[in-house]
């Protein structure tokens, strides 16, 4: 290589391979900072990883490796990791949800796109990886997030101080709440907005979720009454949107992405379900759907691509039997992929948060 640059530097990160290290979620936006001083490289990288001495061996070894032919260097390598959970920090949040790291919204333009099934596998995808999550079922009117995760039990309440509290219910190794666990699963919902928004926001103030570093809302698709009601309630820490590669998906997709911009929540990334098919007695890629809407969604407004997931039956079983495949299936190809994504959506969030503290950072020096 002839000179020391990010593209370099991350072009020469993702040449590693090892188990515990998923260097394809390295992007440019990874490099916090870098810096080269008398023949010393001084990295700063964020990644999703709790292995930090380990990571920063394999990067140190690659890059000298990569970079030893550069004329007048003798490099040595200084890397900092920043792969702990990040927080979100906010006054209003803090005080609503004072144990909750980051909110993280999951949402779709319009519904079919399998946007529930992404926001469980994801949550517990999260969770393997050593996360403490939460996870909120939005959808007032259509929750399936109990049938998803196998359970119909009913919560527990104490009194607390001044209120009742709820105790979420835990499964594997996430906690979770929905109105479907509190009313009879065989009964529609007959609500007006305001009486949704309202069980959105206990679900806020009333349940004791605990210190948890990620909680996710599973939305209602659309830009509706439960959406504005959770934006205006807590600051988000900001939304995923999923989609599938038809156009039709992505128009309402791109209108659910500028809804989240509007009311000032940012963007972490787009997931793409039911990308392609790899037929299993040929192993040839059919993409039934469309190609590419996701990434092409992505590059048009702006946003992080954090990963197509593929059409697998075993995705559906998972949901209908209340095992997710991130838990029932951990070697196949299909959660791989999985947790690829929430390991890119870590590194949106620490990226995220890291942003708002240099914003947060510069303002006081400003007023000082």
């Not at 128009?251 to 500028?258: F, M, P, S, V």
Request: include cysteine.
């Amino acid at each position: 290589m002839s000179d020391i640059t990010k593209s370099s530097i991350i072009n020469s990160i993702k040449n590693i391979s090892d188990q515990h290290f998923n260097s394809a979620a390295i992007t440019l936006n990874s490099i916090r900072k870098f810096e080269i001083n008398d023949g010393e490289l001084l990295l700063e990288i964020s990644i999703a990883s709790e292995n930090e001495s380990k990571i920063k061996e394999l990067i140190s070894t690659q890059l000298k490796n990569d970079f030893k032919d550069l004329k007048n260097i003798n490099l040595e390598v200084h890397t900092k990791i920043s792969s702990k959970i990040s927080a979100h920090k906010d006054a209003k949040k803090d005080a609503i949800l004072p144990g909750v790291k980051n909110t993280i919204a999951i949402a779709s333009g319009k519904g079919g796109v399998g946007k529930s099934t992404v926001a469980v596998n994801l949550a517990v995808a999260l969770a393997k990886d050593g996360a403490n999550v939460g996870l909120i079922d939005a959808d007032i009117y259509g929750p399936s997030i109990p049938m998803m995760l196998g359970t119909n039990e009913k919560p527990e309440v104490y009194q607390a101080e001044n209120s009742v509290k709820i105790i979420p219910l835990e499964k594997y190794g996430i906690k979770f709440m929905s109105i479907g666990l509190l009313v009879d699963d065989k009964a529609p919902i007959i609500w007006r907005g305001p009486m949704a928004s309202g069980a959105i926001k206990q679900f806020l103030t009333d349940v004791d979720w605990g210190e948890l570093d990620y909680l996710i809302f599973d939305l209602p698709p659309g830009t509706g009454d439960i959406q504005l009601t959770l934006v205006q309630t807590i600051p988000l820490t900001g939304a995923v949107i999923v989609t599938t590669p038809q156009e039709v998906s992505l128009i309402d997709a791109r209108k659910a992405l500028k809804m989240f911009e509007r009311v000032n929540v940012p963007i972490l990334g787009v997931i793409e379900n039911m990308s392609f098919f790899i037929a299993p007695d040929t192993g040839k890629q059919y993409d039934i759907f469309g190609k590419g809407g996701g990434q092409k969604i992505c590059t048009e407004l702006n946003a992080a691509f954090l990963g197509g997931i593929p059409i697998n039956p075993s995705i559906r079983e998972g949901g209908d039997s209340g095992m997710p495949m991130a838990y029932a299936m951990p070697d196949s190809n299909e959660t791989k992929v999985l947790f690829e994504i929430s390991q890119k959506l870590t590194e949106q969030v620490n990226i995220r948060n890291a942003n708002a503290s240099e914003k947060i950072e510069i303002l006081l020096g400003d007023d000082d």
